[in-house]
């Protein structure tokens, strides 16, 4: 219908029009799409499903208004609540920890293959290499600082300490995405549980959202729990290859220290 025709029904606020006007028997209502907390004009009558609202100068026929409070909204991250904050910061720190390290892990900043081509064919790591990775950097101080088989060992250990950085926070992850999704799945509950009134009618709006919130947070908690899984299992993988390769390269610069007194040019 022409909303012209119904000013008082169209003018209920300047920033807010009408979805539309309609027309049921004798009475007219207005569908309006308004935020949470709106005031309405006392004069009028109102029934609302969460953010759909009916005015109508006279009373709404129980028809619409059962139809209205039938309507179900799209599960979208509204329902998610305050949850949705933390839920998307885990979400934040699993794709940036699991691209750095992804970046950091890969073989030319770890174990280059030409290390492992020197040593495959027992020649000892040319000393002209640069400091561009973790095999070249262990390589660096056992050649040129003449270090101890104690000093090579602990510094081993420490570029792969810094290959595991952030590591941890996959697994907090893992194991507090789906916390997080608990947590709302019992606000949610105790939400509609507490509003509940006992004997009288549910209000189908307040079931309706906090239901959403018990489901959608622990799906949400999991859909970012399970992806996160796989990918800490992966990167520990590469983790676990990279360690060992350091390993390798470890033993066989302290074999020529032991055999020689001091690096030798050759492996033999």
């Given at each position: 219908?022409?909303?012209?025709?119904?000013?008082?029904?169209?003018?209920?606020?300047?920033?807010?029009?009408?979805?539309?006007?309609?027309?049921?028997?004798?009475?007219?209502?207005?569908l309006y799409d308004l935020p949470a907390g709106f005031s309405f004009d006392e004069g009028l009558f109102h029934s609302s499903n969460l953010n759909l609202h009916i005015l109508s100068k006279e009373e709404i026929p129980s028809i619409v208004v059962t139809t209205l409070q039938s309507l179900t909204p799209q599960i979208g991250l509204r329902q998610l609540g305050v949850f949705a904050y933390p839920?998307?910061?885990?979400?934040?720190?699993?794709?940036?920890?699991?691209?750095?390290?992804?970046?950091?892990?890969?073989?030319?900043?770890?174990?280059?293959?030409?290390?492992?081509?020197?040593?495959?064919?027992?020649?000892?790591?040319?000393?002209?290499?640069?400091?561009?990775?973790?095999?070249?950097?262990?390589?660096?101080?056992?050649?040129?600082?003449?270090?101890?088989?104690?000093?090579?060992?602990?510094?081993?250990?420490?570029?792969?300490?810094?290959?595991?950085?952030?590591?941890?926070?996959?697994?907090?992850?893992?194991?507090?995405?789906?916390?997080?999704?608990?947590?709302?799945?019992?606000?949610?509950?105790?939400?509609?549980?507490?509003?509940?009134?006992?004997?009288?009618?549910?209000?189908?709006?307040?079931?309706?959202?906090?239901?959403?919130?018990?489901?959608?947070?622990?799906?949400?908690?999991?859909?970012?729990?399970?992806?996160?899984?796989?990918?800490?299992?992966?990167?520990?993988?590469?983790?676990?290859?990279?360690?060992?390769?350091?390993?390798?390269?470890?033993?066989?610069?302290?074999?020529?220290?032991?055999?020689?007194?001091?690096?030798?040019?050759?492996?033999?």
């Amino acid at each position: 219908m022409d909303p012209a025709v119904f000013p008082e029904l169209n003018t209920v606020n300047s920033l807010h029009s009408p979805l539309g006007i309609y027309q049921l028997g004798n009475t007219v209502w207005a569908l309006y799409d308004l935020p949470a907390g709106f005031s309405f004009d006392e004069g009028l009558f109102h029934s609302s499903n969460l953010n759909l609202h009916i005015l109508s100068k006279e009373e709404i026929p129980s028809i619409v208004v059962t139809t209205l409070q039938s309507l179900t909204p799209q599960i979208g991250l509204r329902q998610l609540g305050v949850f949705a904050y933390p839920l998307a910061l885990c979400m934040v720190i699993t794709v940036f920890v699991s691209v750095e390290r992804l970046f950091s892990l890969r073989r030319g900043a770890t174990f280059p293959r030409k290390v492992q081509k020197a040593l495959l064919q027992g020649e000892f790591p040319n000393k002209k290499w640069k400091k561009g990775s973790a095999a070249e950097r262990i390589v660096h101080v056992a050649v040129n600082e003449k270090a101890s088989e104690e000093t090579i060992r602990a510094y081993a250990r420490l570029e792969i300490a810094t290959m595991e950085r952030g590591m941890y926070l996959l697994e907090v992850i893992i194991a507090g995405a789906p916390l997080i999704g608990l947590l709302g799945t019992v606000t949610g509950l105790v939400q509609v549980f507490s509003e509940m009134p006992a004997g009288g009618r549910v209000d189908q709006a307040l079931f309706s959202q906090g239901i959403s919130l018990a489901l959608l947070t622990t799906m949400a908690g999991l859909a970012i729990a399970l992806p996160t899984l796989l990918l800490n299992s992966y990167l520990q993988r590469v983790l676990d290859k990279r360690a060992a390769s350091i390993d390798w390269l470890t033993a066989r610069l302290i074999e020529a220290l032991d055999r020689k007194g001091v690096p030798p040019e050759v492996i033999r």
